[in-house]
């Protein structure tokens, strides 16, 4: 094998994978969003069954938005139930028992302390309507009940961690609907639907609970990066995008999946942020169905959880099902300890890992440990290198020692090609036969590459989509280890007051990582084949121009592998170099 061949082939293949990467960037269009004043209420959300009526909710035939504005106008703004926790604040919506305002305490839309707390949820008179609902459907066809206009009565509150709160509505009928909401210390609300039967006769009701997102939110396009539906049901992960949940659900009248399942959970997804719902219960078996709608030339998108069949409630009894929705951060720790205490199977795989999972939590894990001890993420990284780097270091070690050899066979290589050039066939067996008797394997300076890529991709996958890598500063200018080196070349590092286009962002730390691997370059052995030297020429500048853009930790990671492993190669060609006059020395002495 051509060892100058295989590394080239690799080479390319991870500028193609990084090429493609920054274009899928660049060339993704942002969704366009309008305001959201006179949206429509939602379809039912659950499936219509055979003798059970779907929720009583505003119709959605011709005229429908603008019935429903002039009858939000002609009746008194909706009551608030105030929401007081360590980490969200906001309120629960008493028209429609709407979880429809949260704001997350600990996290700011940007590195700049003052910039406003990050807003998850919000209402429908707001340009990105997003909440959670719950209610119910009549399954008898005559039993009464809430719709989303209905006002709620809250007693109690605010809500908060010690402080639960029952929402209570009668239908007049002599049945008493009540939500018991409660709140923990971090993201998790839960809700006990009740259905309580006052009356002469067996009422047939179906309680759901369903998240809500009126507009397409904006997505990062990175084709390492899931946002849109996610969550686990019947045991296996699901991940669609919003695009694929349209082509889907317009084959299937909406419904992009729907699938009965007992326990899991399913919600929205962003690169940061979650919102799902799950069954308190593990074995309560629920449907889970993913909806794509049009209203009024606007997509909506919606997941729900129902019970699969109408729960008949006798006089004098009491029907419940209870459920949860988080609505928070995708801390690690956190969807981990819900997974483990809770028994919300897989939870912790709402952080999109990828295929590398069984590299990327562990890697995380251990920068977060560093970081915990050390209080840097980016000293976190460095540690974390000099420790792979040691791991790995018998292997390298044999790598680099062969690669060393190859460095000082390359003359009497270029004196075998010069001797055979008119024959390629002789002139490969003459190479092998020098590699045997120098004992040199061509192929094994290939490892330290072919380790290194899973490594990679794998710590990209944990400085991407981890929150806690979220505007962790390193030193100096680097703010945000998980966003690219804001400095600029091309505007002599903000001197010229330009706004530089993105294929003209070259920062210092790209700049760093270019040089350290033109210098580790210059350790390798030079490729007999011309072509395949002009390759390897270019590779430096070709990959500091593709990892510019790339995460600020991702760089300062790959230039400091760069210099350890420039560090590791000086050493053992040096010492590969004493070996030899060594050698040579004893070999002239027993001559």
């Known amino acids: 094998m051509d060892q100058k061949r295989l590394l ?5 293949s991870i500028g193609i994978l990084l090429a493609f990467d920054l274009w899928k960037r660049e060339t993704t269009p942002a969704p366009e969003t309008s305001p959201a004043a006179a949206v429509t209420e939602p379809a039912s ?11 009583a909710v505003l119709p959605s035939s011709p005229g429908s938005a603008e019935s429903a504005q002039a009858a939000a106008t002609s009746r008194p703004a909706p009551e608030r ?10 309120s629960v919506n008493l028209r429609g ?14 590195v700049d302390p003052l910039s406003p707390n990050v807003r998850l949820l919000a209402p429908r008179e707001e340009q990105q309507p997003y ?5 119910w459907s009549s399954g008898d066809g005559r039993t009464r009940v809430p719709d989303a206009d209905t006002d709620w009565t809250a007693q109690g509150g605010p809500l908060s961690p010690s402080t639960p709160v029952t929402l209570s509505w009668d239908n007049g009928q002599g049945q008493v609907f009540q939500i018991v909401l409660t709140l923990d210390a971090n993201f998790m609300v839960q809700a006990d639907q009740r259905v309580v039967n006052n009356g002469t006769e067996a009422a047939s009701v179906l309680p759901w609970v369903r998240i809500r997102r009126e507009t397409t939110p904006h997505v990062a396009g990175f084709y390492i990066l899931h946002e849109g539906f996610v969550g686990v049901l019947g045991g296996r992960l699901h991940e669609t995008t919003y695009k694929t949940a349209k082509s889907d659900g317009g084959e299937r009248r909406g419904v992009a999946l729907e699938q009965e399942t007992s326990g899991g959970w399913a919600g929205f997804t962003d690169k940061y942020w979650l919102t799902a719902i799950n069954p308190v219960d593990p074995a309560q078996p629920m449907r889970a169905t993913w909806r794509h709608v049009v209203e009024g030339g606007q997509d909506r998108w919606q997941v729900d959880f129902a019970t699969p069949a109408p729960q008949s409630v006798a006089p004098g009894a009491t029907a419940h099902v209870g459920t949860r929705v988080f609505a928070g951060a995708k801390e690690v720790r956190l969807l981990d300890g819900y997974r483990d205490n809770l028994g919300i199977t897989d939870f912790d795989k709402a952080v999109d890992f990828g295929m590398f999972y069984f590299l990327t939590k562990p890697f995380f894990y251990a920068l977060d440990w560093l970081f915990h001890h050390i209080g840097n993420f980016g000293i976190a990284i460095l540690i974390f290198t000099v420790a792979l780097k040691a791991l790995f270091f018998p292997l390298a070690s044999k790598a680099y020692k062969s690669m060393a050899r ?5 003359p009497k290589m270029t004196e075998i090609k010069e001797r055979y050039k008119d024959e390629p066939g002789k002139a490969q067996q003459e190479m092998m036969a020098l590699y045997k008797t120098e004992k040199v394997n061509p192929a094994s300076g290939c490892l330290p590459i072919l380790i290194q890529i899973p490594v990679f991709f794998a710590l990209y996958k944990v400085l991407f989509v981890t929150i806690e890598m979220r505007h962790a ?3 100096g200018w680097i703010r945000d280890l998980s966003a690219p080196d804001p400095t600029n070349l091309f505007t002599l590092f903000g001197l010229i007051p330009w706004d530089a286009p993105a294929m003209l962002h070259m920062p210092v730390w790209a700049i760093i990582m270019g040089l350290t691997m033109f210098f580790q370059q210059k350790l390798n052995p030079a490729p007999p084949d011309p072509i395949q030297a002009k390759i390897f020429t270019w590779m430096p500048v070709i990959f500091t121009f593709m990892l510019a853009s790339f995460p600020a930790g991702l760089v300062i990671y790959w230039s400091w592998n760069n210099l350890l492993s420039i560090g590791q190669q000086a050493y053992i060609s040096r010492h ?7 050698a040579k020395k004893l070999a002239k002495v027993k001559r």
């Open 8 to 12: 080239a082939a690799i080479a390319i």
């Open 45 to 55: 959300p659950v499936t219509a069954t055979p003798g059970v009526s779907t929720p």
């Open 81 to 90: 139930l105030r929401i007081e926790s360590p980490r969200i604040s906001g």
């Open 97 to 110: 028992a709407r979880l429809d305002d949260v704001v997350l305490k600990d996290y700011r839309d940007t």
């Open 131 to 135: 909440f959670a609902q719950w209610g």
């Open 406 to 410: 190859m460095k000082l066979l390359a």
């Open 473 to 475: 500063p390193f030193f």
């Open 576 to 582: 590969e170099l004493q070996a030899r006059a060594t």
